[in-house]
């Protein structure tokens, strides 16, 4: 299977504890991106690397989420004392960029639960 | 910040009967993108519009782009239960995608 893969698929923790979870984009393509998805919600955008730099960050990204991708291939997100509202699928993306427009091709998610 | 809506929100349709879904913004969309995704699944490409007065068609789907660039729709001809899912809009609002809320289709045969 060649396309975006994430680990784990599902994630139950307690309210205060560390999560981190890793995608894999596609093997070419050059800008990776993450979103949260809450239940009757579309994708919300968190951030986004464009090789290894990370290039944009929403608002949505608090202080106790870090998101790195140290070599340009695969990415990590960290959420540190995690809380309740926490609780959300959390999708990767990749894409290759060529020009003004490009499609992001979604991974299969990370379904995190805080009790 | 920018807002991406889409109506309806829930739509149940015979098996055989056609569905539609409406994109709308208030600002001017640079190109929209729709997706599908599954019951418990992620969210899939289907088709991307760029240009003013868009009409693309994937077989029984037809994906249409306003004139002025400030809405979208997607167009089912003889739903299946295959369909089912639910179909989200999205705005690409730079390098990211600014999503609707979504339809959720449901088909009884």
């Known amino acids: 299977d060649t396309g975006v893969s994430q680990d784990p698929r599902h994630k139950i923790t307690k309210r205060g504890q560390n999560v981190t979870f890793r995608c894999d984009p596609i093997?070419?393509?050059?800008?990776l991106y993450w979103y949260r998805q809450t239940l009757g919600q579309g994708p919300e955008f968190l951030t986004y690397?464009?090789?290894?730099?990370?290039?944009?960050k929403s608002r949505l990204l608090s202080d106790r989420f870090s998101a790195e991708r140290p070599k340009g291939s695969f990415s990590t997100l960290e959420i540190q004392r995690t809380e309740q509202g926490d609780s959300a699928m959390y999708l990767c993306?990749?894409?290759?960029?060529?020009?003004?427009?490009?499609?992001?091709?979604f991974g299969p998610g990370t379904r995190l639960l805080v009790l | 910040g920018q807002q991406v809506m889409q109506i309806p929100q829930y739509q149940h349709v015979q098996e055989g009967e056609d569905f539609t879904t409406y994109c709308n913004s208030s600002?001017?969309?640079?190109?929209i993108q729709w997706y599908k995704q599954r019951p418990g699944g992620h969210p899939v490409f289907l088709i991307q519009?760029?240009?003013?007065?868009e009409v693309k068609k994937q077989k029984r789907l037809t994906f249409q782009f306003g004139e002025a660039k400030k809405n979208s729709s997607l167009h089912i001809t003889a739903t299946q239960t295959t369909d089912v899912g639910t179909y989200f809009c999205?705005?690409?609002?730079?390098?990211?995608?600014?999503f609707g809320k979504g339809t959720t289709l449901s088909v009884s045969s």
């Open positions: 690397f464009q090789n290894e730099a990370q290039l944009e």
């Open positions: 093997s070419e393509h050059n800008r």
């Open positions: 519009l760029v240009k003013s007065g």
């Open positions: 600002t001017t969309l640079s190109n």
């Open positions: 993306a990749s894409s290759l960029e060529k020009g003004m427009f490009e499609t992001q091709y």
């Open positions: 999205a705005d690409q609002a730079g390098t990211a995608l600014i």
